[in-house]
């Protein structure tokens, strides 16, 4: 065991999740957050340490995992490649290609790691349809179809998740898991159509966008992302139609227990919905055990640095597709 | 009451053998008659159903009150003016044309002559679809926002080589299969469509590149709503079916999902054989045909006009147009 020491910034769902699988894993952990009683509560739940301040954090630290809102990613990224921290960022990376670029440069110039945490990619339904894809059997992918369906986040208004300047909105929030599980499918993305219910109807109040990606390859992706169903939904499907075969999944269809009480229990979901596999692995904790191990061993991660800034790329793209009517080509976004 | 008297012209498409059966069980119709340019296949329909086979088109108009043309795309245009001509109803399998330019010749050559001109789109007759319609107009879901719609199958050059022959098909994926929601979704949004973005390429169906076998369309209402259309040919050989449609509305009070064709039993027969979908859904078809029946003898206005035949072949022009720009293509349609 080498002797890497994790300071979590951010103490909502991310970081309590994050704090609960590095305890899981066996890894030193510290928390900070804004707010202290956040940080408390994280802390009682998993077992982590208090930090007083972001710097003592990241003194203390040899990773540093960022999970707060993502307008902070890039300062905080910084001040950790500055202090020469191996940086895990939740994703999106940054809320512009030149903060993303810029933490990238930092990370490589401080020779420290830099991991974007697009755990999409360690679910098993997602990490089944890309063995699948990599042994051949659907021939080379043609049209693919992804949806993330949730409810509306139930935070209070003003939260930093619907301020667009702080999260960039649903479209980079929730919306960019797809559009990076497009990319990891089918490769580099060279334009970006989107039309969201934010910028046609904003006097609506809904969060709905339908993307639609052409890949360097030829193949074209049909991306849905929605905080616009009622609770407690979260409803995700992947389709991958390919020169041989076809790939399906919809959460809707593939439910292995179903069940009418007559005193039902609570959803299960919290303030935030999140997809749900009945296995006994936690996508979350193999996430995170994959960029340690990354560390460890000097290997790639499942989602590398590049990954997360094209991710990002693709989203601005898909947001500014939405705004203008144009179609956008992810290279050209700022 | 006299029978009224229908003759099918052209039956290349697949839809003719279950036109014609369909036709023969309403006893208010009379068979007139199958016209095809392969004899062959003209006399083996029109046997099946104990009709005759007419040697002409002339001759099959001069003993029909109304037609069915469900002749290869290319063809609908030069049957349609004949039909008209005759002063023969016309009841026009879709897409109604290969071009915008030819729907409108269709239309005009019908009104001139003062006959009826239906096009042949099911799907409004679909008891899923309906039912789907009824809960938008009720109010459930809201405003409507959006529209997702997948309508997706195999290739169908199993039911004839012209299907993927760009010259008498008019194009592939597209030009097959996004005029069923385009129109549906006009009748759900209640709105014309002003923007149609398209993506396509020929990478499903290995060995096969004659025409786009995957697409994506984009489409925007005049009212704000946006929606997109899945025409691929996506489905595999060995799906369990020929492929399906499904419709997913999202609006202001959440969101309502259906499939037209999950009304089905899951067969298992020979392992060889694999699964196979059985749909027991109420038969479209036979509804579609029933309304044009009444709306010839009524002389009412049909419930698909030709009008909306055209909106969806200028939607399918508009999505070629912006698969070779890149770009979305704007139309102003009437309404």
């Known amino acids: 065991?080498?002797?890497?020491?994790?300071?979590?910034?951010?103490?909502?769902?991310?970081?309590?999740?994050?704090?609960?699988?590095?305890?899981?894993?066996?890894?030193?952990?510290?928390?900070?957050?804004?707010d202290a009683a956040d940080a408390a509560g994280v802390a009682a739940r998993t077992g982590a340490a208090t930090a007083g301040s972001l710097e003592a954090l990241i003194a203390g630290a040899t990773i540093v995992d960022i999970c707060t809102p993502t307008d902070?990613?890039?300062?905080?990224?910084?001040?950790?490649?500055?202090?020469?921290?191996?940086?895990?960022?939740?994703?999106?990376?940054?809320?512009?290609?030149?903060?993303?670029?810029?933490?990238?440069?930092?990370?490589?110039?401080?020779?420290?790691?830099?991991?974007?945490?697009?755990?999409?990619?360690?679910?098993?339904?997602?990490?089944?349809?890309?063995?699948?894809v990599d042994e051949g059997a659907i021939g080379d992918p043609a049209v693919i179809r992804l949806k993330r369906a949730a409810f509306r986040p139930r935070k209070p208004a003003g939260h930093w998740l619907f301020d667009p300047a702080r999260s960039g909105g649903m479209v980079l929030d929730l919306m960019i898991h797809d559009l990076d599980f497009a990319r990891w499918i089918a490769g580099d993305v060279v334009s970006v159509q989107c039309r969201s219910a934010a910028n046609e109807r904003p006097e609506l109040g809904v969060e709905h966008a339908l993307a639609i990606l052409r890949h360097a390859s030829g193949a074209i992706s049909h991306v849905t992302g929605s905080w616009a169903y009622a609770e407690p939904a979260f409803r995700t499907s992947i389709e991958i139609a390919g020169s041989r075969g076809i790939v399906a999944y919809d959460s809707e269809e593939a439910r292995p227990i179903s069940s009418w009480l007559h005193a039902a229990p609570a959803s299960g979901q919290g303030a935030v919905g999140i997809q749900k596999s009945l296995t006994r692995e936690d996508p979350f904790r193999d996430e995170l055990a994959d960029f340690l191990g990354a560390i460890r061993e000097g290997r790639e991660a499942r989602v590398s640095a590049a990954d997360g800034l094209a991710a990002l790329r693709i989203g601005l793209a898909a947001v500014e597709a939405a705004r203008t009517g144009r179609v956008v080509d992810p290279a050209e976004v700022a | 009451m006299a029978r009224l008297r229908i003759g099918i012209l052209s039956a290349a498409h697949v839809h003719a053998p279950a036109y014609l059966a369909l036709l023969a069980r309403m006893e208010d119709v009379a068979l007139a008659g199958v016209w095809d340019e392969d004899p062959?296949?003209?006399?083996?329909?029109?046997?099946?159903?104990?009709?005759?086979?007419?040697?002409?088109?002339?001759?099959?108009?001069?003993?029909?009150?109304?037609?069915?043309?469900?002749?290869?795309?290319?063809?609908h245009r030069a049957l349609a003016e004949q039909a008209a001509a005759a002063g023969v109803h016309v009841l026009c399998e879709k897409p109604l044309a290969t071009s915008a330019a030819d729907a409108r010749a269709i239309i005009d050559a019908c009104r001139r002559a003062g006959v009826l001109l239906m096009t042949a789109f099911p799907s409004p007759w679909n008891s899923v679809v309906e039912a789907l319609i009824s809960a938008v107009r009720e109010g459930q879901v809201g405003e409507v926002v959006s529209l997702e719609g997948v309508n997706t199958g195999e290739m169908p050059d199993v039911h004839g080589a012209w299907f993927v022959d760009p010259a008498l098909a008019?194009?592939?994926?597209?030009?097959?299969?996004?005029?069923?929601?385009?129109?549906?979704y006009r009748r759900i949004v209640r709105s014309e469509v002003v923007e149609v973005y398209a993506v396509a390429n020929r990478i499903l169906q290995e060995g096969f590149d004659r025409v786009e076998t995957g697409g994506l369309v984009a489409l925007r209402f005049r009212n704000g709503v946006f929606a997109t259309i899945d025409c691929s040919w996506s489905k595999p050989r060995s799906w369990p079916t020929w492929g399906g449609l499904s419709i997913e509305v999202l609006g202001t009070g959440g969101a309502i999902a259906a499939d037209a064709f999950r009304q089905r039993l899951d067969l298992w027969g020979r392992r060889e054989d694999g699964a196979s979908w059985r749909s027991f859904g109420s038969d479209a078809n036979a509804?579609?045909?029933?309304?044009?029946?009444?709306?010839?003898?009524?002389?009412?206005?049909?419930?698909?006009?030709?009008?909306?035949?055209?909106?969806?072949?200028?939607?399918?022009e508009a999505a070629y147009r912006s698969i070779a720009t890149g770009a979305p293509v704007r139309l102003d349609p009437p309404g």
């Open chain 2, 40 to 75: 062959v296949l003209a006399r083996e329909r029109a046997h099946a159903v104990g009709t005759v086979a007419a040697a002409t088109p002339a001759g099959l108009l001069a003993e029909s009150d109304a037609i069915v043309i469900a002749g290869v795309n290319r063809d």
């Open chain 1, 1 to 34: 065991m080498s002797g890497e020491r994790v300071g979590v910034v951010g103490g909502g769902f991310m970081g309590g999740t994050h704090a609960a699988a590095w305890a899981a894993l066996g890894v030193p952990v510290t928390i900070f957050a804004e």
């Open chain 2, 287 to 316: 509804a579609m045909l029933r309304a044009f029946v009444d709306a010839v003898r009524t002389g009412g206005e049909p419930p698909v006009t030709g009008e909306d035949g055209l909106r969806a072949v200028e939607i399918v």
């Open chain 2, 170 to 184: 008019g194009g592939g994926a597209v030009t097959d299969h996004v005029v069923h929601l385009a129109d549906l």
């Open chain 1, 72 to 132: 902070t990613h890039a300062p905080i990224a910084l001040a950790a490649a500055a202090a020469r921290r191996h940086v895990i960022c939740e994703k999106p990376l940054a809320l512009s290609a030149a903060d993303g670029e810029a933490i990238v440069a930092a990370c490589a110039a401080a020779g420290v790691r830099l991991f974007v945490a697009h755990v999409l990619r360690y679910f098993p339904e997602v990490a089944e349809a890309k063995r699948i």
